[in-house]
């Protein structure tokens, strides 16, 4: 059963830092292409950042040179380092895997889903 776990979130304020992390159960998790999605209120979701097998990236204009996704294979764990957060970082976030090479920033190719973790950045 695939089962992703994430953690991480919570409240900061304006300039400060959080790390999301993912911990999957999925055979084959080095081939995955992985990504971190975001929705806020009333919004519709957006792909923040993914990693392909190769370790190669792609991340929103809204949080290039801020974010960092990482992927460590030994442990099956995905992450999401975020700096300088500004109050329009807050929503809830969401790891997701793709069993496929292509690694696009879109949920709607994405197979597996986390539940959720909730990011709240105060002004």
């Known amino acids: 059963q695939v089962q992703l776990v994430e953690s991480g979130g919570g409240s900061v304020q304006a300039g400060g830092s959080l790390t999301l992390s993912c911990v999957a159960s999925?055979?084959?998790?080095?081939?995955?292409?992985l990504g971190w999605f975001r929705q806020a209120p009333e919004k519709e979701r957006e792909g923040v950042a993914v990693?392909?097998?190769?370790?190669?990236?792609s991340y929103a204009d809204s949080v290039k040179g801020r974010f960092t996704i990482s992927r460590d294979n030994a442990k099956n764990t995905l992450y999401l380092k975020m700096d300088t957060l500004k109050p329009e970082d807050t929503a809830m976030y969401y790891c997701?895997?793709?069993?496929?090479?292509?690694?696009?920033?879109?949920?709607?190719?994405?197979?597996?889903w986390g539940q959720g973790n909730q990011v709240t950045v105060s002004s």
């Open positions: 990693i392909g097998r190769d370790r190669s990236t």
């Open positions: 997701a895997a793709r069993s496929e090479y292509s690694c696009p920033r879109n949920g709607a190719y994405f197979q597996y």
């Open positions: 999925i055979p084959g998790y080095n081939d995955y292409c």
